[in-house]
């Protein structure tokens, strides 16, 4: 019996070789897809955080005010700084309650796009507890 030698050289084809390149496109492709994403979340995560301060900044703010005080008088009012675009309103509860809730906007980056969101905060304040 007559063996024949089969010269065979280890290479890839063409088809193997654009297979893998496909593969390894998907997986880097996934990966910045991922790093983008993480990064929208940590911006808005900060901006949230940020606006979440200047609502409890204004709170204090407003805190510190006599009860009787015009800024506490009731109705709307904006905010707006370098920082931070924003309203509070005060309500009357009855004549020695109000309360104030206030509204700071934010860059939402994870809804697809530029989005604004808002952080609210509430509190009361009473005339005998806050003179």
């Avoid at 910045?32 to 609502?55: E, H, K, W, Y």
């Avoid at 697809?112 to 808002?118: A, I, L, M, N, Q």
Wanted: aromatic share 6%.
């Amino acid at each position: 019996m007559i063996q024949r030698r089969v010269n065979r050289q280890g290479a890839f084809t063409i088809i193997e070789v654009a297979v893998a390149t496909m593969v390894f496109g998907v997986a880097v492709g996934a990966c910045v897809l991922s790093f983008s994403m993480g990064m929208r979340i940590v911006n808005t995560a900060s901006n949230q955080m940020d606006s979440l301060q200047d609502a409890r900044s204004q709170i204090e703010m407003l805190r510190t005010n006599h009860f009787t005080s015009a800024v506490l008088n009731a109705g709307s009012y904006s905010l707006s700084n370098a920082n931070y675009t924003g309203s509070y309103v005060v309500t009357n509860v009855d004549s020695w309650t109000k309360n104030i809730t206030v509204n700071i906007v934010y860059i939402n980056r994870i809804r697809g796009g530029v989005g604004r969101s808002t952080n609210t905060l509430v509190t009361s304040l009473t005339s005998d507890l806050h003179p």
